[in-house]
């Protein structure tokens, strides 16, 4: 049974960090590529992050790009994602996918349609 969960989401103060840890059942790192996303209230979710199944590519949405930084445990069959200075936003709720890497680096990355499973995410909160 194919299973993602999400953990590590809370709330923080602007200009700290947070780990996000996505924990995944079913198969193992190097079958899949993981993606983080996020969702904004009454915005649309949106792509942040996604690290490659066969040598570890890391790509990241330019909104990101020098804070956040996807990693992975092959052992622990688990992917973090690290977000650095983190900025006051409104709560949103970090999702981790997974889907077939040469799909995704073929028609895009960021397309949600793409991926295969989903977790149910953890809420991040950045408030002052």
């Known amino acids: 049974q194919v299973q993602l969960v999400e953990s590590g989401g809370g709330l923080v103060q602007p200009g700290e960090s947070l780990r996000l840890s996505c924990a995944v059942s079913?198969?193992?790192?190097?079958?899949?590529?993981i993606g983080w996303f996020r969702q904004f209230p009454g915005k649309d979710r949106e792509g942040v992050s996604l690290?490659?199944?066969?040598?570890?590519?890391?790509y990241y949405a330019d909104s990101v790009k020098g804070r956040f930084t996807i990693s992975r445990d092959k052992a622990k069959n688990t992917v973090y994602l690290q977000m650095n200075s983190l900025k006051p936003e409104a709560p949103a709720v970090y999702y981790c996918?997974?889907?077939?890497?040469?799909?995704?680096?073929?028609?895009?990355?960021?397309?949600?349609?793409?991926?295969?499973?989903w977790g149910r995410g953890t809420q991040v909160t950045v408030s002052s």
């Open positions: 690290i490659t199944a066969t040598d570890g590519m890391q």
């Open positions: 079913g198969f193992t790192l190097d079958n899949y590529a």
């Open positions: 996918a997974a889907g077939a890497q040469r799909l995704l680096l073929q028609r895009g990355i960021w397309i949600q349609g793409l991926y295969d499973y």
